[in-house]
């Protein structure tokens, strides 16, 4: 089956520790995304990428770190530069380029929630 | 950015027909509007994406006057199912706001 996985769905991290959140696709997207969600907020993006081996800062790119060394593979590592890192942390990934129907359609993974203890 | 104003929340009766309003007055020439759902704890799902005029598909419809505005996201027969946020966005880039929160009564 196609589509995104984000491992782990649970995580727990003491303060001052960094912690590397998986988000692996295997829909042959060319782009991918990094949100986060706060409780009754909506989603704030962190990192995205058009390419492998490239990517650009979001909106709160603060804190965190990305790499793309796969089109397949977008990790995400909260480092204990960011302040306040307990949210949903979610993954997503489209078809870049193209105008269609489903142009901004963006095909979202189950997410992961962590808390800093 | 083009940015978008939605009701903060919605109430319904299961079976009625409910029409969720976005505005979005700086909506630029190569902008698409589209509409997302999401459920407590997951990513939000594609719903629908229009440009101009009228869009339909299997789950809903999207209204969208000439000068593109606003919008109107329009889910037919809702059930309890379909409580839910539903955000809207124009881009790309797309920007989440707090989207509506639509709650569907028996």
């Known amino acids: 089956d196609g589509g995104i996985t984000q491992s782990p769905k649970y995580l727990f991290r003491k303060e001052g520790q960094n912690v590397t959140l998986s988000c692996e696709q295997n829909?042959?997207?060319?782009?991918m995304y990094w949100y986060r969600q706060d409780p009754g907020q909506g989603l704030r993006l962190i990192y995205y990428?058009?390419?492998?081996?490239?990517?650009q800062k979001g909106d709160i790119a603060e804190g965190y770190s990305v790499s793309r060394e796969k089109k397949e593979s977008f990790p995400l590592t909260v480092t204990s530069a960011q302040k306040n890192p307990t949210a949903f942390y979610l993954c997503?990934?489209?078809?870049?380029?193209?105008?269609?129907?489903?142009?901004?359609?963006?095909?979202f993974g189950p997410g992961t929630r962590l808390t800093v203890l | 950015l083009a940015k978008t104003t939605q009701p903060i929340s919605m109430d319904s009766y299961e079976g009625q027909e409910v029409n969720i309003t976005c505005s979005h007055n700086?909506?630029?020439?190569?902008?698409?509007i589209t509409w997302y759902q999401q459920f407590p704890s997951q990513g939000p799902r594609f719903i629908i994406q229009?440009?101009?005029t009228k869009v339909t598909n299997e789950v809903a419809s999207l209204f969208i006057p000439a000068d593109r505005k606003s919008s109107t996201l329009s889910l037919p027969r809702v059930s309890l199912s379909d409580t839910a946020v539903y955000y809207c966005l124009v881009g790309p880039p797309l920007v989440f706001g707090k989207g509506t929160r639509l709650s569907v009564i028996a």
């Open positions: 700086n909506i630029a020439t190569n902008d698409y």
């Open positions: 229009g440009y101009k």
């Open positions: 990428s058009q390419i492998v081996n490239d990517f």
């Open positions: 829909l042959n997207h060319d782009a």
């Open positions: 997503a990934s489209k078809v870049a380029g193209s105008i269609s129907s489903s142009y901004n359609e963006q095909f």
